[in-house]
């Protein structure tokens, strides 16, 4: 089973800062890791396919980069509306698919 | 607009079965994988299964192989997932999740949870 490790567990930023949040695998995934945003009592919201895809309806603001084990979720410039809790998930080996343990996005 | 919409929230006892239902609407029943994903309080997400309904495959994570049943209904567009010999560390929020296409699991629509409480 592929593990996704995820730092910093939190991440203290205020509004405008840049934000960088990390994904490292047990082994590589190629280019088969997502990312997902999710806000208490909701659902996740896909942002992020394939390491570097958008989804439908993410902001330009927020980017993906990386292959192999190492990944990278950016947020140029972070709104209000963008504190949450950040899940890196990979497809790339499975099953099971899995997903990190999550970083916790706040405002500082 | 593609929509899932999931049951309503179950208490159930130690030892008993829990199934609950995923019903779609909009886009294509079948040809996009269905998963389910777990949740417990304050806890990360945990990949449980999907099926493919068009070709009847289904999948699961080793943890929950034997113990969960993953089927779908084509005729009705729902998918169901059914749990057994239930233990208290099963309460959860359980979604149900569209993969993005007909083999990939990345999840664009999602229901809105199912909680479901284990408790005696």
């Known amino acids: 089973e592929i593990v996704l490790t995820q730092s910093p567990g939190t991440l203290s930023l205020s509004p405008g800062e840049r934000a960088t949040l990390s994904c490292r695998a047990s082994q590589s995934v190629n280019s088969y890791l997502a990312w997902y945003q999710q806000k208490p009592g909701q659902a996740p919201r896909l942002l992020i396919y394939d390491a570097s895809n958008r989804a439908t309806g993410t902001p330009a603001r927020f980017s993906g980069s990386g292959s192999g084990t190492d990944f990278t979720l950016t947020i140029s410039s972070v709104e209000p509306e963008d504190f949450a809790v950040y899940y890196c998930?990979?497809?790339?080996?499975?099953?099971?698919?899995?997903f990190g343990q999550g970083t916790r996005l706040e405002i500082k | 607009q593609v929509q899932l919409v999931q049951s309503g929230a179950e208490v159930k006892k130690p030892g008993s079965s829990v199934k609950v239902s995923c019903r779609a609407s909009g886009g294509t029943f079948g040809s996009h994988a269905i998963s389910w994903v777990r949740q417990a309080p304050g806890q990360g997400l945990e990949w449980m299964g999907r099926v493919i309904p068009v070709v009847d495959t289904v999948n699961y994570a080793q943890n929950f192989q034997g113990r969960v049943t993953i089927t779908a209904d084509r005729s009705t567009s729902t998918a169901y997932m059914e749990m057994s010999s239930l233990r208290p560390e099963d309460t959860a929020v359980y979604y149900c999740a569209r993969g993005l296409s007909f083999d990939v699991s990345n999840f664009d629509y999602w229901g809105q949870g199912t909680l479901v409480t284990v408790s005696s």
């Open positions: 998930q990979q497809r790339g080996n499975w099953p099971p698919i899995t």
